[in-house]
């Protein structure tokens, strides 16, 4: 038996499979019980939602002869032979491929004709808004008056490009992008009953990933499945996906919240030299800064790893980043937009360097924006040099006129390795990008704070 992918494997076969779509299914499933089916419909919406799925499940359920309610049997002659595609009177039409002109040309010889069953012939015509326009003209002319016994389903993910003239005489749906949660549900179901082993967090990436298309995440599955015979890990899966670790993300965001920005230019060219696919870097960040700050707003702490990273922050860098991602669509050099991007970042985050006075508190009062720069320098510090970081973070910094940071420890070995000479340079250095009139800094010890 030749291989099947799972999204062939677990197509719906009957309206109550269809995920996701509630109010189109609803509404198809009155018109079959009731008798009421149009002869035109215009199925809208993202691919991978379930379009052709619908007109297929549609196209049994008129044709069935031991129908269940709405529901096809899937076990008579009919159903099988729509399901296997051999079926006379579905007819198939992808104007993707071949933009329909012989089709649609036969299609008006033969709509005239009866079924050969004696049910409804149905065509389906996906991505219609490519027809060529004599294939357009023509399918026009047969809807203008269907015979008796004709259903067309027009399937297209841009409505938009479709003529006034189709549109008008369909009854119309729009199908939506699948939510990630009805994603990871099927996504989990297919997995059990496939007999798959998979690492936690697979499904939420695939799902996010995926981005509302159901034919889209159980495609990804099928491939981490064949990867891995059968095991699926959060690695495998990032290097299928060409997607990246939050732990790249994080640093990014780091760059960006320490004013960094060569650094997180650097890292973008990193990224797209690793033959990362930049849209989906684009969209996993602006995710990631979208869980920031949802956590922001439900109170929990900002990212343990990025201490200086405020609400404000987190607002500004996901209007820009998800601006960069929309204007990524049109972009012929998808980095260009995440390259502004990262640049006005930083313009816009980083304290005014022309302003140091105000941008800290002079005198020992710890301000806010003090306490703020103070967070993002230590990061910096912590990045740079990882074993002197904890010493540095039990320091009491204080800002003491604009030129002068002191920093009181209350033991001597913490004070001792911050102030290497080595060790304090990297400091002074780090803090020249907040103030670039220059910062001395003074270690002492507790007790000695306020001396010189
Ligand atoms: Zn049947």
């Known amino acids: 038996m030749p291989y099947q992918t799972l999204y062939r494997i677990w197509r719906p076969r009957r309206f109550a499979e269809i995920v996701g779509q509630g109010h189109v299914v609803r509404t198809l499933q009155n018109a079959v019980t009731t008798g009421r089916v149009a002869h035109a419909y215009l199925f809208c919406g993202p691919r991978g939602t379930g379009k052709t799925s619908a007109a297929k499940v549609l196209a049994k359920a008129v044709n069935c002869t031991n129908r269940a309610g709405a529901e096809p049997c899937d076990t008579c002659s009919s159903c099988v032979a729509i399901a296997a595609g051999t079926a006379l009177d579905v007819l198939e039409i992808d104007a993707a491929s071949n933009r329909g002109v012989d089709e649609v040309r036969e299609l008006r010889e033969k709509v005239k004709f009866r079924p050969a069953t004696g049910g409804f012939k149905v065509y389906i015509v996906d991505e219609v808004h490519m027809l060529t326009n004599e294939a357009f003209n023509a399918l026009l002319k047969t809807l203008e008056e269907p015979p008796e016994h004709v259903i067309f389903v027009l399937a297209t993910t841009e409505p938009h490009k479709l003529p006034l003239t189709i549109v008008s005489r369909c009854q119309r749906f729009d199908f939506r992008r699948i939510g990630k949660p009805e994603l990871v549900a099927r996504l989990e179901e297919v997995s059990a009953r496939a007999g798959l082993l998979v690492e936690p967090g697979v499904f939420d990436l695939i799902a996010r990933v995926a981005d509302g298309s159901l034919r889209d995440a159980l495609g990804i599955l099928d491939q981490a ?87 404000d922050d987190l607002i500004e860098l996901l209007t820009l980043f998800a601006r960069a991602e929309q204007e990524m669509r049109l972009a012929t050099r998808q980095i260009i937009p995440l390259e502004l991007a990262v640049v006005t970042a930083a313009q816009k985050l980083r304290p005014a360097p022309e302003a140091p006075g105000k941008a800290v508190c002079p005198g020992r009062a710890k301000a806010p924006e003090a306490e703020r720069v103070w967070a993002s320098v230590l990061a910096e510090f912590r990045r740079q040099n990882p074993p002197v970081g904890p010493w540095l973070a039990r320091a009491e910094p204080v800002f003491d006129g604009p030129h002068k940071l002191v920093l009181a420890f209350r033991e001597e070995l913490a004070k001792e390795k911050v102030a290497a000479p080595e060790n304090k340079v990297m400091l002074e250095k780090i803090l020249n990008r907040y103030f670039p009139g220059g910062m001395r800094v003074v270690c002492v010890l507790s007790r000695e704070q306020g001396e010189p």
């Open 225 to 311: 499945a064949a990867l891995g015979e059968n095991r699926i890990t959060l690695a495998d899966l990032h290097s299928l996906l060409g997607t990246v670790a939050g732990e790249v993300l994080e640093r990014l965001v780091g760059h960006l919240v320490s004013g960094e920005t060569g650094a997180a230019l650097l890292l973008l060219r990193e990224v797209e030299a690793g033959g990362k696919e930049l849209r989906i870097f684009a969209r996993e960040l602006t995710d990631y800064l979208r869980r920031l700050l949802m956590d922001a707003f439900n109170g929990d702490k900002p990212a343990a790893a990025l201490p200086g990273l405020r609400r």
